[in-house]
């Protein structure tokens, strides 16, 4: 069975909600009757009900840029699970580069909101990458591993259903630069051979794996063309709406 793509757009800390329905009303005619991909927006946490709203009946998935561990509790600031679920969230980005440099997100912390995702029903998209420094040491496949290796600790086969992956070097993110297609689907099927060795060959090959650092309209369609990439985690590109059409459209 191919795996299906899913196309998502990480909308940061940009626009209001205003903002967000002008962007809807701008792009759901542009996507109508898309139906070979997913498409998922992940807006502000102040933006969800106006892009759920915006979104309702349509073919666009709506999800948070982050999830906390526990279901509720004293954690000002964060965001939990059954909140997210309860207004029609459906996935939610975990781990991703902005989150582990500025904001003290560590291999352990994704590992516990993965965890509490998955119990949710969510689906999780796990980020990992490396560095600039990392890739010219030659140590990228050591650090992919080891972020892999670290969230899907204690994760059953059964439990992770719903995982998506994305990979996202950190030195593409928002530079303008990407990975080549082919340091891509490298990254890809390691990161493909690392689930499987946590959850089983059967679980590896459906396990989608999105690629993310500067996904443009004009990249996307070699990207996407490789058979490893299984998607697209699109950040700048995604706010506006028909550079996002266009990738949908890759
Ligand atoms: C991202 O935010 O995950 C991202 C890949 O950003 P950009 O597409 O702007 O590089």
Redesign the pocket.
């Known amino acids: 069975m191919p795996r299906i793509k899913l196309i998502a757009g ?1 909308w ?1 800390m940009y626009k209001t909600p205003d903002q967000t329905r002008d962007f809807f009303h701008h792009f759901l005619p542009l996507v109508t009757h898309h139906d070979r991909d997913e498409i998922l927006i992940c807006p502000p946490f102040v933006d969800l009900h106006a892009a759920l709203e915006s979104a309702e009946g349509t073919n666009v998935m709506i999800g948070s840029q982050n999830i906390h561990w526990a279901n509720e509790g004293a954690f000002t600031g964060e965001i939990s699970p059954l909140v997210l679920q309860a207004i029609g969230v459906t996935h939610a980005i975990i781990g ?1 580069s902005e989150r582990r440099q500025y904001f003290g997100e560590t291999d352990d912390t994704v590992n516990l909101r993965l965890k509490n995702a998955l119990e949710a029903g969510l689906t999780p998209i796990v ?1 990992v990458g490396e560095v600039l420094e990392e890739r010219e040491a030659g140590l990228t496949e050591d650090v992919l591993r080891r972020q892999c290796t670290r969230a899907f600790h204690k994760v059953s086969t059964k439990k992770a259903d719903k995982l998506v992956v994305a990979y ?1 070097p950190v030195w ?4 303008g630069k990407t990975a080549t297609p082919q340091m891509a689907s490298d990254a890809h099927a390691l990161i493909r051979g690392e689930a499987a060795q946590t959850f089983g060959h059967e679980f590896a090959d459906k396990l989608r794996i999105l690629y ?4 443009k309209p004009e990249n996307a369609k070699a990207l996407m063309s490789e058979p490893e990439i299984d998607g697209a ?5 995604s706010l506006e709406p028909k550079s996002f059409a266009a990738i949908v459209h890759y």
């Open positions: 990480n940061k991703h980020c996202e593409a993110i928002g530079t993310g650092g500067s996904v985690l699109v950040g700048g590109a």
